[in-house]
């Protein structure tokens, strides 16, 4: 019966599996009967995991995406409409982690970005939204996929990030002054995309965000305030972006967040939490920043994020028979890539876009 | 969108959502209107309202209250003001009873959270209602990130004391244990208070004790609840932790020795504090510094030698790296490695065999402790740990608990530190490597998503036992002899091959090695060998080593002449967990003028792929490498590799011309 499933792959989606299968042991062995969990002391051979029935539903998630994208007057779109810009990264980059992002028409992308610009420099959620930090690096990075950065009027969106910084270090979201580390993490992200990370104080930058590290070794949005794994992804990519992962104890809080995996083998974003699609990538990519992935079943992290798809419609919500969403589905994908998961754009954990877009802005010619 | 059930909408539904979306949409279309116009009436401000009440996340809407508030107070006019006091207050309450409407919504919401407090931080209105309204929201999700941090910003507000704020995280810990937000909130009370030694936090010892006897309570009540162990973790931290002024991550670390060394060269004598000077802010200069030699054979002469810095502690900058700066009057010649190192077994004898130069295998001792008032404390903190041991033992007796297993395990290593800290020369140390290996044997086995943190743990624990006493050491410990008849090359070599090692620690007892073997184990890092500055040879071969940039730490290995990293995955993973820690324009550690200089493409080498291993070996300079096995070892790769290390003598065995 699991021979089935074998054949159920379509190599076109998924073309790297064959030769994964290939290089490692040969497919005769009762591969299916293996146990998910390989011995400690064995190789992890993550092949047996994908044994186990499950498969990506590349396609479907492809289309699914698409399907939102033209969808403007239901019920979820129009509440999304404030947010519609993050709506447009967290699919983009989801078709270009699965090879697909040609399909979508970049020039219609790109002027529509360029409309929720605002005269301050900032970007918009959508057409005549107030601008936000928030928005401003979805488009940041929206453009970095299509290589079109270019287009933008560098020093215009720069200086509207750069006075955003306060006096002790912080950012601003925008003019009206909320403070958060996940503000820091996206002036940090988006001044380095652009090569203008030098307009800011950088070390004030990284000082204010290690006054936010707590004694579990995590961070939160503000001094004193509780870790919290997105948050803690906000400061590691900071600070591994500005050189400065140094500050981090990497064993203290590669523990706290090794322990965020459950039994399901999903992972939650505080302890005593419900595991989360979503916490797949701010766990996993703060694990890996700092080189502590390896604490976590992988095996069985993939074998969530799988059990989250909708494997009629397309899509993966935050947790099994949940109604599925771009967001989780976004994470989902990213996570899977980092967890090397066969016929994936490999993604970078820190400026949350696939490894070439970065490479081409910081090594192309 | 989290927690809703994925089924197909009944067609009642579907049609409730139809409306919702006509109905918030148009809420949409007039708000927009509104604030393009800046238009601030009445009606306008309450589709303001119906629109952040359905929809708490809509920031441009809580702009526009904002620039709303600001229209409508500049609008007054002082006459206005002085007939009706309270015309501000009761603008600034309407915007409160909006938010609160909004949070009824959704407490989750940022943009609600805000800007009550902008409101707050105006200044017209009452704070007495807002701890209320958060025990409201606190009942409703105990553990609501948004209620807490707003709470610190009411507490702040209205100048409540730590100790007031602690009594209320003693209140929400007594209603349930399983709380960690009121655990969290704790630890950063507690640590202000022990910081200011606020009357009734001092002693230290004093306030622990009752701490650790609450979170006790909680650990014995729900073993598998996580919420107290963090905070033991805490606990257990400040009871352990000698006070020293450098951290962990930070080389070389507190009471380690500085070490100087002579790049390849053979025994130096004279090193003393005239013949070597050490600039530094930080260090007592006034004390005359004395120097030992390492690997001696009591001639006095030595390739490394090592002296310990007292550090200031008011000079120290925690955070900021606190450069020393030493100068050497003289050195002697360079002498390289000449010939091919083969790392067969045939080459190697075992080191007993040859006890006359045992002596020249140095064993440094640790530190230890001759302060009186550190001595007092270390009771105390023996004494604590040994309890918080039977403790542990008692409740694992009864339930099988992983976190408590990982408890035990640190708290008997923790123990082991302080001994070996604080030993005096007569006392019966008693270590318990064997029990710590065995608890994590097992927690691998009981908790396998985890293994691989334990793996790393038990390794750590493994080389700590392993370079315990110099007798096992010397276990360990080879006369590596090449067959080349010109040759008078004769070296020590540690060879730890097939322990399973995942990480490697207890650098600081072998600073002296030249040669070292860790062949065979599987780590995938090599973290912490920067430490070992006379290593000339290095084999890595059968490892887990995934990427280049996990060969950072060799750069500063200035003497490293032959390594060997063949059958490793190297160009087998497309994730590089090393990509942060090492240095490149990714992170902004080398300049922006940062490329690969003139090197001419080579076929089927894509530099912007490979610039980790570009990085990595330009600052290399072996004469020998073996990288066979590993993915990316192919022809145009090797290619590459000889360009990049002109000194290359040797690739894969074979003898470059
Ligand atoms: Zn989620």
Known sequence: MKEDLYLSLQPDTLPSFRHLIGSSEPLSTAGALTPLRSEANSSSDFINGYRMGEELEAEKHVNYILSVEKKKDDFESVVMEHIRINGAYWGLTTLDLLGKIGVVDSEEVVSWILKCQHESGGFGGNIGHDPHVLYTLSAIQILALFDKINVLDIDKVSNYIVGLQNEDGSFSGDMWGEVDTRFSYIAICSLALLHCLDKINVEKAVKYIVSCKNLDGGFGCTPGAESHAGQIFCCVAALAITGSLHQIDKDLLGWWLCERQVKSGGLNGRPEKLPDVCYSWWVLSSLTMIDRVHWIDKEKLVKYILDCQDKEKGGISDRPDDAVDVFHTYFGVAGLSLLEYPGLKAIDPAYALPVDVVNRIFFGR | MHGRPRKPPTPEEEKAYDAKAAKLRSLQTQFLHFHHNQIYTKEALEVCAKLVESNPEYITAWNYRKLAVEHIVSSHSESDLESDPDCIKSIFKEELRVTERALAKNY??????????????????????????????????????????????????????????????????????????????????????????????????????????????????????????????????????????????????????????????????????????????????????????????????????????????????????????????????????????????????????????????????????????????????????????????????????????????????????????????????????????????????????????????????????????????????????????????????????????????????????????????????????????????????????????????????????????????????????????CSSPLNHTVGADWNFGDWNPIDGIDFTNCWEAFSIFKDLKLTQLEIIGNVIAEENFKLFLVKVMPSLKWLDGVELQ
């Open chain 2, 108 to 581: 989750k919401s940022y943009g609600a959270w805000y800007h009550r407090k902008w409101v707050l931080r105006k200044g017209h209105s009452s704070i007495d209602r807002e701890l209320q309204l958060l025990q409201v929201f606190l009942k409703q999700d105990t553990r609501n990130f948004h209620a807490w941090n707003y709470r610190r910003f009411v507490a702040a507000l209205k100048n409540r004391s730590d100790e007031e704020e602690l009594q209320f995280t003693t209140d929400m810990i007594n209603d349930n244990f399983s709380n960690y937000s009121a655990w969290h909130n704790r630890s950063v009370l507690l640590s202000h208070l022990l910081e200011k030694k606020v009357d009734g936090y001092f002693p230290k010892e004093k306030v622990l004790t009752e701490e650790n006897d609450l979170v006790h309570q909680a650990l014995f009540t729900d073993p598998d609840d996580q919420s107290g162990w963090f905070y033991h973790h805490w606990l257990l931290d400040q009871i352990v932790k000698i006070k020293t002024p450098l951290l962990v991550y930070t080389w070389p670390p507190h009471g380690s020795n500085l070490e100087v060394w002579v790049d390849g060269c053979l025994d130096v004598e004279g090193v003393n504090s005239s013949t070597i000077t050490i600039e530094s802010s930080m260090h007592d200069t006034n004390k005359d510094l004395v120097w030992k030699p390492l690997s001696t054979n009591n001639s006095g002469r030595a390739q490394a030698w090592v002296t310990h810095l007292s550090f200031l502690e008011e000079k120290l900058h925690f955070s900021q790296a606190n450069p020393i700066k030493v100068t050497m009057g003289h050195s002697e010649g360079i002498k390289a490695v000449s010939d091919m190192i083969s790392w067969g077994d045939k080459k190697f004898h075992s080191y007993e065999a040859r006890p006359m130069e045992s002596s020249q295998i140095n064993f440094s001792n640790p530190l230890k402790n001759s302060d009186d008032n550190d001595l007092m404390a270390y009771k105390w903190n023996a004494e604590t740990v040994a309890n918080e041991i039977s403790l542990f033992r008692e409740l694992l007796s009864e339930t099988d608990c992983k976190i408590g297993k990982l408890t035990l395990a640190r708290l008997l290593t923790a123990l082991d530190a302080m001994i070996l800290y604080n030993k005096t020369s007569d006392s019966n140390e008693v270590v318990h490597f064997e029990e710590v290996l065995e608890l994590y044997s097992d927690l691998m086995k009981v908790d396998p998503p985890h293994s691989q943190f334990y793996k790393d743990e038990y390794s750590l624990v493994l080389l700590q036992q392993l370079t315990s006493t110099p007798e096992s050491l010397l276990r360990h410990c080879y006369h590596y002899r090449d067959s080349s008849p010109s040759s008078i090359n004769s070296y020590i070599c540690l060879r730890l091959c097939n322990l399973s090692l995942s990480r490697i620690g207890s650098i600081e007892q072998l600073l002296w090695i030249q040669m070292l073997d860790l062949s065979h184990n599987h780590l995938h890092s090599v973290e912490g060998l920067e430490a070992m500055q006379l290593l000339s040879c290095l084999n890595l071969s059968n490892n887990k080593i995934g990427s280049f940039s996990a060969l950072e730490p060799l750069k500063l290995l200035k003497s490293l002449k032959a390594l060997n990293i063949s059958y490793n995955e190297f160009g087998a993973h497309s994730v590089d967990t090393r990509r942060y820690s």
